[in-house]
């Protein structure tokens, strides 16, 4: 692991690092907050997936995590959204929905994608035991949000690992990639026509089949123009209400799907979180 | 004045706006925050200078100043630092500090810079102007703060104009720029050869020369790597000791030059601001 920067921020420290991960064939680059903290603790973790597009510099520069993170002592974490670099196939048209900046957290099992894109791997079990390795904290106690495709990546990790995450929610998560055009590009350029295989890597189908998690929160703003057609939180709480799955689901309005929307609500997030993570 | 963008945030709206300006012959883009308030309500203003290389966004997306603002119920606009666009001269060498996104807040007397670079009328007097005809702000409760160039705008903002702000602070601002060389090459470039017009635009001579301000609040971060040779907040702290003007001046231990120090801080900044906006 190489640091690539050092930050001090709300008395504790942001770092950036890169790696060569083993999942992806890369190098991968991701951020770690580390809060203020006595000498010897072991501090509870989050892990903060990205939508499409972003880097894991979107949230570090615009999430405004840190304040909360340093009075709630969290750790957190953010990956990139993909692999990058040379050899490293994208969309064949170039698409800002599918390939580098959109791995969609799936470990990929079509040509030429399944070289690469590991991201359900790397961002569960590779990164995890990476940073428990080299920052002070208890792996225990984490847990996981995203922001909408990667708030589909926190809710699928969650349900599929509802012991080793203690709290999960997601900012205009795409609920249901199953069934709305990101996702159907996506999982099946990924995954090719397995469906089964994508019921593992969609929220709602998860929870239809069985997949429970303790509580969920997810926010999503009424003025978020890819709200009716991709994200579709209405589906989450159907199949939550029929699963007697605990959903805290908050419209908020005049909120679109910008960083401006997440930063507003990260700090509830984040406390959301820090209850559980401390019970 | 055109609209680019507006984003729901903490309950209010950030904007991103354009206008023509009379000033720099140039289009000129600036952000404002307006909190949420009361039908009919008229709020503090604080304006935020920019250090040198940024645009208005740099704050806008990494000064985590939106928090506070919707607490304290203050309006927050970000000017850019330079005019900017067709037949704006630069630097002649493209160097950073000079020019483009480095107006340092003065109106240039020297060729070819006299015409367009006019940020000290503009952000004193033309774009005030504007703000107050387009949005629910109190004129008369107004005050000033930045960062580094733009600490130096504040700085000398407050002291020449102390019946106008009713506070300002700075983030490592250039308290002397007469003396180091970011302000020696800037203050020659755009003024001349001209030492009293110097002073006139340097915080620590117009104290020497009889300004005065209630009082100031300064933070710097002791790993900042300007610290000696350009920002030398120990020329302020001797200034204002001679002439009895009250001076918090706080060394932050590890902190650098960058956003992640500006917005750890930022918050303190916007509540001495409100205290005596409201005051």
Not at 73 to 80: E, K, R, S, T
Not at 157 to 182: E, Q
């Amino acid at each position: 692991m190489q640091t690539v920067s050092l930050n001090r921020s709300y008395g504790g420290t942001q770092g950036v690092y890169k790696h060569a991960s083993r999942e992806t064939g890369t190098e991968m680059a991701f951020s770690v907050y580390v809060p203020p903290h006595p000498d010897g603790a072991k501090l509870p973790v989050v892990w903060y997936l990205s939508g499409l597009t972003c880097t894991h510099a979107n949230v570090t520069e615009k999430g405004e995590f840190r304040s909360a993170c340093a009075e709630l002592g969290l750790i957190f974490v953010a990956p990139d959204t993909s692999p990058r670099g040379e050899g490293v196939p994208g969309d064949p048209a170039n698409a800002y929905d599918f390939g580098l900046g959109a791995g969609f957290y799936v470990d990929a099992t079509q040509a030429p994608f399944d070289r690469h894109y590991r991201m359900w791997s790397y961002v569960t079990a590779e990164l995890p035991e990476l940073v428990a390795a080299q920052f002070p904290v208890d792996p225990k106690r984490q847990s996981i949000l995203g922001h909408s495709m990667g708030g589909h990546g926190a809710l699928t990790a969650a349900l599929r690992h509802p012991d080793r995450y203690r709290a999960a929610s997601a900012f205009a998560p795409i609920v249901a990639p199953s069934r709305v055009p990101w996702g159907i590009k996506a999982l099946g350029g990924y995954l090719g026509d397995d469906k089964q295989a994508w019921r593992r890597h969609d929220a709602v189908a998860l929870i239809e089949d069985g997949a429970r998690f303790r509580d969920l929160l997810v926010d999503y703003g009424d003025a978020d123009p890819f709200l009716t057609e991709q994200l579709r939180p209405e589906l989450l709480q159907a199949a939550c209400d029929k699963a007697g799955l605990p959903l805290t689901l908050r419209r908020q309005a005049g909120y679109d799907h910008s960083y401006y929307f997440i930063s507003t609500f990260m700090g509830d997030h984040l406390r959301w979180h820090a209850t559980r993570l401390k019970a």
